[in-house]
C-alpha cells in the first residue's frame, strides 16, 4: 500500500498531523508538513465505521463506546500530501480498557 489514493491522501489533509520530517520520495520539507500521519480503524465491533480515517479524540471516543472486550484495529499510515507517496507505517490493536493506551 505504497501508491496514491485519493482518499487516503484527503483524509491526511484532514486529519493527518505533521509528521515533522522531511519526504522520503520527493523531498518536501518538513515546514511544509507535507508529510502527514493518519489512523484509519478497521474492526467487526464497529461496524460501518470500519475503514475509515479517524481523528486520536475519535478513536478514543469509538473505543470507550465498545463492548468490554471488543477491539479495533488501528492501521498508522504515512502520508505525503506532494507527492501522494503513502504507506503502512504499523497496525495496532486496542481493547476497551483505559483511554490511556493512546498517546499523542
Ligand atoms: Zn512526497
Given at each position: 500500500m505504497c501508491d496514491a489514493d485519493r482518499a487516503v491522501t484527503a483524509s491526511a489533509e484532514v486529519l493527518g498531523t505533521p509528521t515533522g520530517r522531511d519526504c522520503?520520495?520527493?523531498?518536501?520539507?518538513a515546514a511544509s508538513g507535507a508529510l502527514r500521519t493518519t489512523q484509519w480503524i478497521h474492526g467487526s465491533a464497529i461496524g460501518e465505521k470500519s475503514g475509515t480515517a479517524r481523528s486520536l479524540s475519535e478513536i478514543r471516543h469509538i473505543l470507550a463506546s465498545l463492548s468490554p472486550g471488543d477491539d479495533i484495529t488501528v492501521h498508522v499510515v504515512e502520508v505525503c500530501l506532494h507527492c501522494r507517496w503513502n504507506c503502512l507505517l504499523r497496525e495496532d490493536r486496542y481493547e476497551n480498557q483505559t483511554e490511556d493506551q493512546l498517546g499523542d
Open positions: 522520503p520520495v520527493c523531498g518536501a520539507s
